[in-house]
């Protein structure tokens, strides 16, 4: 977290992406974004149907400052843990949190609920992505490869496929931010659920304040 001289606490700056599915150009640009903010959040995706990882890792390790990453359901939990071995400044979340320069952060990966898109998705039900969020703490911020129900969750036909769990667990445990991604049609839409802020990030990036108490 930065200081504004010796007194004021500056709002801690969030990078927020998701959904790059190997597009290496994208990467690049998040990368040449990234000494701009304080933690950088990727909210699953980063390949295409568990293929090209490694190499989407590879330039997305250039970004030094701290970076949040979850799985989403074009790779597991087990291959980004993997894939991001020698990254130092990554913390892969699933079902687990941690903490960024004071400011708590909890993860969840996968498409929830379950998909169409066979066995390769990375999926999880309503009820397993339940018992993986019963420990997201009160006020972090949660990055959730899947979106809510009814919020930032349309596709381009119109129809909501968020998760009742993720939205069970704002409503429940209200989250200072929701990050996430999945819902193509709903890149960089932003909603609210009672007093959290969503974001449905996208490749492109977007760039959140959080607020501070001083």
């Known amino acids: ?76 939990a087990r291959e980004l843990r993997a894939a991001c071995q020698g990254w130092n400044a990554a913390h892969v979340l699933h079902g687990e949190g941690c903490t960024v320069d004071g400011l708590p952060f909890f993860g969840i990966g996968g498409g929830i609920p379950v998909t169409p898109f066979g066995a390769w ?50 409503e429940e445990k209200a989250p200072q931010l929701v990050v996430c991604g999945h819902i193509h049609g709903s890149w960089e839409e932003r909603g609210l659920l009672g007093r959290t802020t969503v974001i449905n990030a996208g490749p492109n990036g977007v760039v959140w304040e959080v607020p501070v108490e001083e």
């Open 121 to 170: 998705s990375y999926d999880f039900s309503e009820q397993e992505a339940a018992a993986l969020l019963a420990g997201c703490p009160a006020g972090a911020v949660l990055v959730s490869h899947s979106p809510p129900k009814n919020v930032v969750d349309r596709d381009s036909s119109g129809r909501n496929l968020g998760s009742t769990a993720v939205r069970n667990t704002i």
């Open 1 to 76: 977290m930065r200081y504004h001289g010796t007194i004021h606490l500056v709002m801690p700056r969030l990078l927020l992406f998701s959904d790059v599915h190997s597009d290496h150009d994208a990467c690049r640009r998040l990368v040449d974004r990234a000494p701009e903010v304080d933690v950088v959040v990727g909210a699953g995706d980063f390949c295409v149907a568990r293929r090209g990882l490694e190499d989407t890792i590879a330039v997305l390790s250039a970004i030094a400052v701290p970076t949040v990453l979850v799985p989403g359901n074009s790779e597991s």
